[in-house]
């Protein structure tokens, strides 16, 4: 029983990670109908930065957010204005193969600026709660990736439903046409949309940095668990987004404690296993989304 207890407990934290992860490349997809190969690699840049913070100024990890989320905010502003706006209204191949480009070389630069050797970084949030209940134990720095995660998607639910731009982009996502014919500038709202969106992606890999080792080429997995989630979240979808990475988190942790030795590649394997169950059965996710079911 302590086994499955503890187990439970790091899938749910594990799945509080996945859960931000997601939110960037669910929102992006949805809103913009881009399919950002490149998702990876912005929270590999955003670990990077904190990694990188905490080096050369010996901050705690997590302070490095005054740093993580305007250079990403002005990154993903930047790379939507020059690049990414001009490949909205194209098919989905060109995105996805412009994407992939951009998820080369970000990769290959930071190699070049860092080389290959992994990271890490080291907080004081470290070491664990005990829970009175044998030897069962709640890692400290994921709790407060869990809770991070919580707190991002509840100002991230109350800007889309509450303020002006947050209700423009849901019209976005909703039907492009008409939100243009009541006057909503369509190119500003994706540009602040991406913005945000990898912004939040770049805060997800500060909150990753100091639970895994960073290297250039970290991107590709995640990226691949972003389709998986989302697939079983819905487009945009914030409940969704927690859902799913609790999910995911969840049956990774299960199967990596139950199968030992083969269990942390079985765990990668099962969320693409969910991946093509989801999408034959429900295509438009789970939870719904921000766009309505019929258009996804």
Same mark, same amino acid.
């Given at each position: 029983m302590e086994q499955f207890t503890q187990a439970a407990i790091n899938g749910i934290m594990l799945g509080g990670f996945y859960a931000i992860m997601v939110l960037g490349f669910s929102i992006i997809w949805g809103v913009m109908g881009v399919i950002n190969l490149a998702h990876g690699e912005f929270v590999m840049l955003g670990a990077? *930065? %904190?990694?990188?913070?905490?080096? /050369?100024l010996g901050w705690e990890p997590f302070l490095a957010i005054i740093f993580v989320l305007p250079i990403m905010f002005a990154l993903g502003y930047v790379l939507q204005r020059i690049l990414i706006n001009r490949i909205i209204e194209r098919p989905h191949l060109i995105s996805l193969l412009v994407t992939f480009a951009l998820a080369i070389i970000m990769a290959n630069a930071v190699k070049l600026a860092f080389e290959a050797t992994f990271r890490s970084v080291t907080t004081m949030f470290s070491g664990f709660w005990r829970t009175g209940f044998g030897n069962v134990t709640i890692p400290i %720095?994921? $709790?407060?990736?869990?809770?991070?995660?919580?707190?991002?998607?509840?100002?991230?639910?109350?800007?889309? /439903?509450? %303020?002006?731009?947050?209700?423009?982009?849901?019209?976005?996502? /909703?039907?492009?046409?008409?939100?243009? =014919?009541? #006057? *909503?500038? *369509?190119k500003q709202v994706y540009a602040l949309t991406f913005a945000i969106c990898i912004a939040i992606t770049g805060l997800a890999g500060m909150l990753i940095s100091p639970t895994q080792p960073i290297y250039p080429f970290m991107g590709p997995v995640l990226t691949l668990k972003a389709f998986a989630i %989302?697939?079983? $979240?819905?487009?945009? $979808? *914030? &409940?969704?987004?927690?859902?799913?990475?609790?999910?995911?988190? =969840?049956? +990774?942790?299960?199967i990596a404690t139950y199968i030992p030795g083969v269990g942390t590649n079985l765990g990668i394997v099962s969320s693409f296993v969910i991946l093509v169950v989801v999408l034959v059965t429900r &295509? /438009? #996710?789970?939870?719904?989304?921000?766009? &309505?079911? +019929?258009?996804?």
């Open positions: 990077y *930065i %904190t990694w990188f913070v905490s080096r /050369q %720095t994921k $709790s407060m990736v869990l809770v991070s995660a919580l707190l991002v998607m509840l100002l991230l639910h109350l800007f889309l /439903q509450y %303020t002006r731009l947050g209700k423009s982009i849901r019209a976005a996502a /909703q039907n492009r046409e008409a939100a243009r =014919l009541v #006057g *909503i500038e *369509i %989302t697939a079983l $979240s819905g487009l945009g $979808s *914030i &409940p969704g987004a927690l859902m799913g990475g609790v999910v995911l988190g =969840l049956v +990774e942790v299960f &295509p /438009q #996710g789970l939870f719904g989304g921000l766009k &309505p079911a +019929e258009a996804v």
